[in-house]
């Protein structure tokens, strides 16, 4: 590494200190220099950066040691499923894959578009190889990933491309285990193809967690992305969409529960760009006393490609508790004249009278709590399908647990 792209980060913390390293001890590569660079540019990203002020990085982010505690566990695990492990130690492919699958595992280092963009993703790409994951025209199939320690520094890249009429099912559980864990999940859809993705994240308090995922779509495809985030010292899931050709479709839902020393950030980008593509977007979420809630929302819709674009994006949150941080940016860039877009973004606390209407049935007030919180984030689940109930689990047991 050149004495001038090590300088780009000025006054590195100890954790970019140790970035640094990493990167030095890989194969020298053209393409891989390019996307540590868009990396180093901001380092880690924190305060200073307008998307990054309230998830700061660069401060969360200490020396990179193996934490003590385990990794959570894995709830979408399911028999008959197919599972790509990726760990610090690298990545493990499972001993047989559905039909209509192909997956090759690279240590190249492939180009990424918008790095800049994304500086977390970039810096996975920069410090993994590519697991390329081929699904065949036509075919159906159902996949698990799973991201987790324990280690320093976990950076894992999938790409995926999904041929004319294939249809993903893909679920991933980001577990923590490693200090700071950033995966970049990478998605081509082309005509007519439909994807389903599955997302459970939970870390530990001493834990950062990034998830970049970057989604492109052609003409009448479709997908639908369900995420549960349980937070961690601090996480951020992030997801860039594009409508790359006329009639896409996108359905961007996520439920964040944030606990006392959790950070839980969700933020979304999408590019209408082509006519006649539709978005839909609902995140909720739930915040006690020392945690924090990030949404982050954005429609770009161009003057020209994005005419009759439709498009609605919902942010609700609930504060549990005095103290409890919710920050909220929904944002809508129109340039087009024919189109249907709306936002919405409200925070607040449990109803009072919904409350003393099941306490006067004798549930019990930590109960009652419970009730009220999951009945609020469940609409943010209903897209997950099949994982839909493990889901609510998880929230339930999250819920029980706080309350």
Not at 119 to 144: E, I, N, Q, R
Not at 372 to 393: N, P, W, Y
Request: proline residues 4%.
């Amino acid at each position: 590494m050149s004495t001038a792209l090590k300088d780009l980060i000025r006054n590195p913390t100890v954790a970019e200190l140790e970035l640094v390293a990493r990167y030095a001890a890989l194969k020298a590569d053209a393409r891989r220099e390019r996307l540590f660079e868009a990396f180093a540019q901001t380092g880690l990203p924190g305060r200073r950066a307008e998307n990054w002020r309230w998830s700061d990085f660069k401060t969360a982010v200490g020396q990179l040691d193996t934490p003590k505690a385990p990794p959570a566990r894995d709830p979408l695990a399911r028999d008959g499923v197919s599972t790509l492990r990726f760990t610090p130690a690298g990545f493990v492919a499972p001993a047989s894959l559905p039909a209509g699958l192909r997956l090759l595992a690279k240590e190249d280092v492939q180009a990424m578009g918008g790095a800049e963009e994304a500086p977390l993703g970039a810096l996975a790409a920069a410090l993994s190889g590519t697991v390329l994951v081929d699904v065949s025209a036509g075919a159906a199939v159902h996949l698990h990933m799973v991201f987790q320690g324990p280690g320093a520094i976990n950076a894992a890249r999938v790409v995926f491309l999904l041929r004319p009429g294939a249809q993903l099912h893909v679920s991933e559980s980001h577990l923590g285990g490693a200090a700071f864990s950033t995966a970049l999940v990478e998605f081509t859809l082309n005509k007519g193809a439909h994807l389903h993705r599955t997302l459970y994240q939970a870390g530990g308090a001493d834990e950062a967690q990034a998830v970049t995922a970057l989604i492109e779509q052609d003409e009448g495809a479709e997908s639908v992305q369900t995420v549960l985030a349980l937070g961690a010292r601090i996480a951020r899931i992030e997801s860039r969409l594009v409508h790359r050709e006329t009639g896409s479709k996108a359905t961007l839902n996520a439920a964040y529960l944030a606990g006392a020393g959790r950070h839980a950030d969700i933020t979304t980008h999408v590019r209408h760009g082509a006519p006649a593509c539709t978005t839909r977007q609902a995140t909720k979420g739930a915040v006690l006393a020392g945690g924090r809630g990030v949404f982050q929302g954005k429609f770009l819709v161009p003057r020209t490609s994005g005419q009759q674009t439709d498009a609605s994006m919902q942010h609700n949150a609930l504060l549990l508790e005095e103290g409890a941080e919710v920050f909220a940016k929904p944002e809508l860039e129109i340039l087009a004249d024919d189109v249907q877009c709306a936002h919405g973004n409200t925070s607040g606390a449990l109803d009072g009278a919904q409350l003393f209407y099941l306490r006067q049935r004798g549930i019990p007030l930590a109960q009652a709590r419970a009730m009220l919180t999951e009945a609020f984030i469940a609409e943010a689940l209903e897209g997950a399908g099949e994982l839909e109930e493990v889901l609510r689990h998880e929230a339930q047991a999250w819920l029980s647990h706080v309350s």
